[in-house]
């Protein structure tokens, strides 16, 4: 039985198509992927991300417990901040990419990807019996009980404020939503909960996610919607989710990382703080950083005319030394550049922009070339 | 979602519509197969001059998210491929019994054509 979220019914409402995602019965798209695609491009578009995983971790040694799990410096978050950051094996592999939040000095809730709940969960379970202060930080699994939508593109600033109205507490650092900038969150009130609004998001464009208790979840999800109609805003699925992030080049858990391939070798070594002290996977990651790494995460662009690059493709360099060089993990039809277009990982002589490589679709070799990330960035 | 399913043609359980002018017969994927897919960036034809059984596949479809094979419902010869939704592959979604035409066999065997789906069948398949 495939698990749903508390906005399912809405979904079905809205005549989506859904489809299996990582255990979920998710809507793939309501209309299609292209339409919902350029609406967040241009406009503005909501997505159901209730299936992804909230940790909270809690404590007096919630800072120091973090930080020996996750690559990224958790010290540098201030109150109402978030980063992107990674929990890596000891091999550097990837158990997962996540956002910390500090909600308060001694809270932090980690946001994770759906399909790598219950691998987080025990991972930081086994890491926390370990732990000599264990006795001062707790973990909590609090997935069943949160629900999270995406609001996401040019237009959402315009409106956020009309559906999101109230902030909560007196450690509120933004009256208003719109207010927040990026990695910034804040505590708002709705209905008698507090519930989470952060500037982040994974389709390239400005936005927020909303995380909040799974009973509110679905009145947010219409506020949201009703506030946001008049700017444009669409319902969208996991379609355009995954082509607005293969065109902005964030990783995708179980196509660009996993836990044979590490943070350096994804190209987000920007979020490894070698110099923040000891964490798993740390002597790894740093003889990669100082020695270099024998594959690489490559952005490409299919050359000519034809079939769009899908995951497990075959890579090859091109003529006149042709071979079977890496493997594409992300690829499809770029709505936005109307091309083939791709991610996969080739040995770091091939990882220059400018460098021609092949495809292999279906049993032909059709030309691409290796381009600078991302493929789309957001007009400032 | 209703999608059109003219009376005139045969259909197969994949999805391809037949319409049949002995001794050749025309292929295309029929309207509930491009409404599934949704938009379509991508057709990849068979080459003239090839030889099908019915039931092979001889066409790659792809919309922004999958490949999906097309398989000939008739047995021939491939005597013309529709160059046009080579071009402009959206011609499937915008008109998949007309101007989203694949392709033309010649038939092997005429009476394969009357063994497939029809209208009426092929609406129940699709619970249209």
């Known amino acids: 039985m495939l698990k749903r979220t508390p906005l399912f019914e809405a979904h079905q409402r809205l005549g989506a198509r859904l489809v299996e995602f990582g255990g979920w019965e998710m809507p793939v798209h309501y209309t299609s992927i292209m339409d919902e695609h350029h609406a967040v491009r241009t406009a503005a578009g909501i997505f159901d991300i209730s299936h992804m995983g909230e940790v909270m971790v809690s404590g007096a040694e919630a800072s120091n417990f973090l930080n020996a799990q996750l690559t990224n410096n958790i010290g540098k978050l201030d109150l109402g901040q978030g980063q992107y950051t990674l929990m890596c094996n000891e091999r550097g592999g990837v158990i997962d990419d996540l956002y910390a939040y500090r909600i308060s000095s001694f809270d932090f809730l980690l946001v994770v990807n759906a399909s790598r709940i219950e691998e987080d969960v025990a991972w930081l379970q086994k890491r926390h019996d370990a732990f000599p202060e264990r006795g001062r930080v707790d973990v909590r699994n609090l997935s069943d009980i949160f629900g999270a939508v995406a609001v996401q593109g040019p237009r959402v600033r315009e409106f956020i404020d009309l559906a999101i109205p109230r902030p909560a507490g007196s450690e509120a650092i933004a009256a208003r939503a719109s207010s927040l900038r990026k990695n910034e969150f804040d505590l708002f009130g709705f209905a008698d909960e507090t519930i989470y609004v952060a500037c982040t998001g994974y389709t390239g464009e400005d936005g927020f996610e909303v995380i909040a208790p799974a009973a509110v979840i679905e009145a947010i999800w219409n506020q949201i919607m009703e506030a946001g109609q008049p700017y444009g805003l669409k319902p969208c699925g996991l379609g355009a989710r995954d082509t607005l992030r293969t065109e902005a080049c964030y990783p995708l858990y179980g196509h660009e990382l996993d836990e044979n391939t590490t943070p350096i070798e994804a190209g987000v070594g920007f979020f490894v703080a070698l110099d923040k002290g000891d964490f798993v996977g740390r002597s790894v990651l740093a003889e990669q950083k100082a020695k270099g790494v024998a594959k690489r995460a490559v952005a490409f662009k299919m050359t000519d005319k034809s079939a769009p690059p899908r995951p497990h493709y075959p890579i090859w360099s091109a003529a006149p030394d042709e071979r079977h060089i890496g493997e594409v993990v992300s690829g499809t039809s770029s709505p936005t550049l109307n091309l083939g277009i791709g991610l996969g990982y080739v040995p770091p002589e091939f990882a220059k922009p400018g460098t021609p490589i092949q495809i292999e679709i279906r049993g032909r070799r059709s030309p691409a070339v290796v381009v600078q990330k991302p493929f789309y960035k957001k007009p400032v | ?128």
């Open chain 2, 1 to 128: 979602m209703s999608s059109q399913v003219p009376a005139d043609l045969r259909y197969a359980k994949s999805h391809e519509w037949v319409r049949v002018s002995a001794p050749t017969a025309t292929v295309g994927i029929t309207d509930h197969a491009q409404q599934e897919l949704t938009d379509i960036v991508f057709v990849e034809l068979p080459a003239e001059g090839r030889k099908v059984k019915a039931g092979e596949a001889c066409a790659v479809v792809e919309s922004v998210k999958t490949a999906s094979d097309i398989y000939s419902p008739v047995s021939g010869e491939i005597t013309l491929v529709n160059d046009a939704v080579v071009e402009n592959p959206a011609l499937v979604n915008s008109d998949p019994y007309g101007a989203g035409w694949f392709f033309q066999v010649k038939l092997s065997n005429e009476t394969e054509a009357a063994a497939l789906l029809s209208s009426v069948d092929y609406g129940k398949q699709i619970g249209g």
